[in-house]
């Protein structure tokens, strides 16, 4: 049964048509997911520029511009790599916002210490420093990274009103 588009994506949605802005996305562990919640929105396309699914290390740094010693000294999964990310999708995109999720969705670990479960998710927009906040999901994999594509967008959200 199909519910509906998120609340959440409707809200983002409507906050950047009122505001004439244009948000991008930049997503490793959701894999689209953040782009699907927004495209299931009407109206989406008056205000969403698009979203880069760079899932490898070397989809980062070619589509998004991050540094190989970002990436080496923090790791894939790190609010360095999140802040990065969200920066990358400014530069290559010609969105005023942008939001990146990159995160450890398991059910195995990948080798570094950080532990299954494990989300970072960066914003930035134009004239501003990039942020990034961590947060931690449980669950099955596709449920961790439905998780945090709706946190993606409540972080988004977030900062979108406070600026």
Same mark, same amino acid.
């Given at each position: 049964?199909d519910?509906g ?6 809200r983002?949605?409507r906050?950047? +048509?009122?505001?004439?802005l244009? /948000?991008?996305?930049a997503?490793?562990?959701? $894999?689209?997911? @953040?782009?699907?919640l927004? #495209?299931?929105v009407?109206?989406a ?11 490898t ?12 010693e970002?990436?080496?000294r923090?790791?894939l ?5 999140a802040? +990065?990310?969200?920066?990358?999708? /400014? ?6 916002a $942008?939001v990146? @999720?990159?995160?450890?969705? #398991?059910?195995g670990?990948?080798g570094?210490s ?5 989300v970072?998710?960066g914003?930035?927009?134009r004239d ?6 961590q947060?931690h999901f ?12 709706? +946190?993606?967008?409540e972080?988004? /959200?977030k900062r979108?009103?406070?600026e």
């Amino acid at each position: 049964m199909d519910r509906g588009p998120d609340r959440t994506a409707e809200r983002l949605i409507r906050l950047l +048509a009122g505001r004439s802005l244009f /948000l991008a996305a930049a997503e490793s562990c959701t $894999a689209g997911l @953040v782009a699907d919640l927004l #495209g299931q929105v009407s109206g989406a396309s008056a205000c969403f520029w698009g979203s880069f699914v760079c899932y490898t290390p070397r989809a980062k740094m070619r589509m998004l511009g991050i540094g190989e010693e970002t990436l080496a000294r923090y790791g894939l999964v790190s609010g360095e790599t999140a802040r +990065a990310m969200a920066a990358g999708a /400014l530069e290559k995109s010609a969105a005023d916002a $942008a939001v990146s @999720v990159t995160g450890l969705a #398991g059910p195995g670990g990948d080798g570094s210490s950080v532990p299954v479960g494990t989300v970072w998710i960066g914003t930035a927009l134009r004239d501003a420093a990039p942020q990034a906040e961590q947060v931690h999901f449980t669950g099955p994999r596709n449920e961790l990274r439905q998780k945090a594509a709706r +946190a993606a967008l409540e972080h988004i /959200l977030k900062r979108l009103t406070e600026e």
